[in-house]
């Protein structure tokens, strides 16, 4: 008789993974790297989405200090 | 995709139905509820202390964003009595006020008390989850001990990484109350209450209303369903509480003219995303954009020459996918009942296709900014709440309804 993968522990592991690597990717910003976007992670961190070029100057000048 | 459609089978064929019918009050009081307490209080710490140093590196009056000063205008309007919807100044624009009374009335709470503001998003994250606990799905289901601890305290982990991977999201957003809103709706979606579930649409609605055009398939269940009085009060509810809640109390002034003008306001303001910023070298990806979050970075970088025209394209193709995910999922449900008619079927379809459609909703929204992509991740726990992970590990298909 042939073994059949039990439906249950498949879909449910299945389910977690996935669940883990859309967090992960999220968190992580996975996306970036195929996108090239690279940025310059503390005035990042700093100023986030804030387009403020004032803000980043003064992480990066921080930064390089 | 992958999680919302192993999720909906695994509820189907392994799952614990959430309405009240199914709760039995004497099975409340037992070692699952205190485990959930207990799971909930380790949770709330964890994620509580990542949340307090970053309230403590970046100060709650900041100049970072209008989200929060925004707020604390219009609160203060409310408690003065003054009209709040009319646009707030800041120094170098006027403040179109596109957050609708959910968004910014709890906060009224932090402003009374005298508390910072950004607790208000984390307590609306806990009281949404305190809400599932009182369910059958924890509760009232004969979990096993570590499954139930799970459930609960895993949702403390993942906001954990949020916060410590990008924690200004939670400094100046308050994305988290929105997301305590959707669990409040996904947890009495199938509720026998239509004022339960009536007022559930009405925080959702009246905060992000991003589920507007979602809500096209749980309509769609009743008709087939043939609950036509039942979808008619949650109807005449939902309205009557948009009416009560910002209608009348807040659109009196200008008849709600200012929401047509701060919808166009908002997107004018989302091109700008789509221009490079001035602080990147030339040639670059606009910084939201280029974060790959979301799907607009396609539309970008292989969409015609003209900016406005890939804008134009991402939002024409989000409102197409968007349309396309409310369609197949009244076809899958449609098929269903049509065959099987299962309720805990029903449910996983649901709360998948909810899923899925905000991961779209959000993935083609104008401007993706990071924290927006926090409810769309979330709506993965109404699945992982439903489903029985003890009967799926053991490979227990449930046998009754």
Same mark, same amino acid.
């Given at each position: 008789?042939?073994?059949?993968?039990?439906?249950?522990?498949?879909?449910?592991?299945?389910?977690?993974?996935?669940?883990?690597?859309?967090?992960?990717?999220?968190?992580?910003?996975?996306?970036?790297?195929?996108?090239?976007?690279?940025?310059?992670?503390?005035a990042d961190s700093q100023c986030g989405e804030r387009m403020d070029r004032q803000c980043f100057d003064s992480a990066l000048r921080d930064k390089n200090r | 995709?992958?999680?919302? +459609?192993?999720?909906?089978? #695994?509820?189907?064929?392994?799952?614990?139905?959430? =309405?009240?019918?199914?709760? *039995?009050?004497?099975?409340?009081?037992?070692?699952?509820?205190?485990?959930?307490?207990?799971?909930?209080?380790?949770?709330? +710490?964890?994620?509580?202390?990542?949340?307090?140093?970053? /309230?403590?590196?970046?100060?709650?009056?900041?100049?970072?964003? =209008?989200?929060?000063?925004?707020?604390?205008?219009f609160v203060r309007? /409310?408690?003065?009595?003054?009209?709040?919807?009319?646009?707030?100044?800041? =120094?170098?624009?006027?403040?179109?006020?596109?957050?609708?009374? /959910?968004?910014?009335?709890?906060?009224? &709470?932090?402003?009374?008390?005298?508390? =910072?503001?950004?607790?208000?998003?984390?307590?609306?994250?806990?009281?949404?989850i305190l809400c599932w606990i009182f369910s059958n799905s924890i509760i009232g289901s004969k979990s096993a001990y570590w499954e139930t601890a799970l459930k609960i305290f895993l949702p403390f982990?993942?906001?954990?990484?949020?916060?410590?991977?990008?924690?200004?999201?939670?400094? @100046?957003?308050?994305?988290?109350?929105?997301?305590?809103?959707?669990? &409040?709706?996904?947890?009495?979606?199938?509720?026998?209450? %239509? +004022?339960?579930?009536? @007022?559930?649409?009405?925080?959702?609605?009246?905060? *992000?209303?991003?589920?507007i055009l979602w809500l096209a398939v749980?309509? /769609? +269940? #009743?008709?087939?369903?043939?609950?036509?009085?039942?979808?008619?009060?949650?109807? #005449?509810?939902?309205? !009557? !509480? &948009?009416? #009560?809640?910002? @209608? @009348? %109390?807040f659109c009196r002034h200008d008849l709600g003219k200012h929401f047509l003008t701060a919808t166009q306001y908002y997107i004018d303001a989302c091109r700008g995303c789509w221009n490079v910023d001035t602080w990147l070298p030339p040639g670059s990806l606009p910084n939201l954009i280029g974060k790959g979050e979301g799907f607009q970075y396609w539309s970008y970088v292989f969409g015609p020459t003209d900016v406005d025209a890939r804008y134009r394209l991402n939002n024409n193709?989000?409102?197409?996918?968007?349309?396309?995910?409310?369609?197949?999922?009244?076809?899958?449900?449609?098929?269903?009942?049509k065959t099987k008619n299962d309720p805990i079927a029903i449910q996983g379809l649901l709360f998948g296709s909810l899923k899925v459609y905000m991961m779209f909703f959000i993935g083609f929204i104008l401007c993706p900014f990071s924290y927006l992509f926090i409810v769309p991740f979330f709506m993965l726990l109404p699945l992982f709440y439903s489903i029985s992970f003890k009967s799926a590990f053991l490979n227990q298909p449930r046998q009754s309804v």
């Open positions: 008789m042939r073994n059949k993968i039990p439906l249950g522990p498949f879909l449910a592991l299945l389910f977690l993974t996935t669940s883990v690597l859309e967090l992960y990717m999220l968190t992580t910003r996975m996306g970036v790297h195929h996108t090239g976007y690279q940025p310059t992670d503390l | 995709m992958v999680n919302a +459609w192993t999720g909906s089978v #695994l509820i189907a064929r392994y799952g614990t139905r959430t =309405d009240e019918s199914a709760l *039995r009050w004497k099975n409340v009081f037992s070692v699952n509820l205190l485990i959930a307490l207990l799971a909930i209080i380790v949770g709330v +710490w964890y994620a509580g202390s990542a949340l307090v140093q970053v /309230f403590r590196e970046i100060p709650e009056i900041n100049n970072y964003s =209008d989200i929060l000063p925004g707020k604390r205008e309007r /409310f408690l003065h009595g003054e009209t709040v919807y009319v646009p707030v100044q800041f =120094d170098s624009y006027a403040l179109q006020l596109t957050f609708l009374p /959910f968004r910014w009335l709890p906060f009224v &709470i932090a402003e009374m008390m005298k508390f =910072d503001y950004r607790w208000i998003p984390f307590a609306g994250f806990i009281v949404g982990v993942a906001l954990n990484m949020f916060v410590v991977h990008e924690g200004i999201n939670f400094a @100046l957003a308050v994305e988290l109350l929105i997301l305590g809103y959707h669990f &409040i709706l996904a947890r009495f979606l199938f509720h026998k209450n %239509p +004022w339960v579930v009536g @007022l559930s649409l009405v925080l959702c609605l009246l905060s *992000r209303y991003s589920i749980p309509a /769609f +269940w #009743l008709i087939l369903e043939k609950r036509h009085v039942f979808l008619g009060k949650v109807m #005449l509810i939902t309205i !009557g !509480g &948009i009416f #009560l809640f910002y @209608l @009348l %109390p193709l989000g409102l197409l996918i968007c349309t396309a995910t409310v369609i197949i999922s009244c076809w899958v449900l449609y098929r269903h009942i």
